[in-house]
Nanobody, 124 residues
Framework: QVQLVESGGGLVQTGGSLRLSCAAS????????MGWYRQAPGKQREMVAT???????????SVKGRFTISRDNAKNTANVTVFLQMNNLKPEDTAVYSC??????????????WGQGTQVTVSS
């Protein structure tokens, strides 16, 4: 199996910063894309940022210029950690943030995996 362990959420004031981390481990042959999604109360889950295996990134318009996604591939393993640096946070960024990874667990099997989610609350 594949595990995604998230950390870094919390409470911050408007204009503050937080850094989320998501460590992927387990039965990983190769990881394609990883990303962060968020879901606010009463709203649908939305993509925040994604990063492909070769490093190309994609951001939601609402976070461009404020959030930065990056990844760190552990040496000699298929394990990967993805980070989301969030600056100039706004109350509308308040949500549960979840990490996603699209993982090849063998040459023939690819699946999506999700972390447990971490709460980010931005006070006004």
């Amino acid at each position: 199996q594949v595990q995604l362990v998230e950390s870094g959420g919390g409470l911050v004031q408007t204009g503050g910063s937080l850094r989320l981390s998501c460590a992927a481990s387990g039965r990983i042959f190769r990881i394609n894309a990883m990303g962060w999604y968020r879901q606010a109360p009463g709203k649908q889950r939305e993509m925040v940022a994604t990063i492909a295996s070769r490093g190309s990134t994609n951001y939601a318009d609402s976070v461009k210029g404020r959030f930065t996604i990056s990844r760190d591939n552990a040496k000699n393993t298929a394990n990967v950690t993805v980070f989301l640096q969030m600056n100039n946070l706004k109350p509308e960024d308040t949500a549960v943030y979840s990490c996603n990874a699209r993982v090849w667990t063998s040459l023939a099997t690819i699946d999506d995996y999700w972390g447990q989610g971490t709460q980010v609350t931005v006070s006004s």
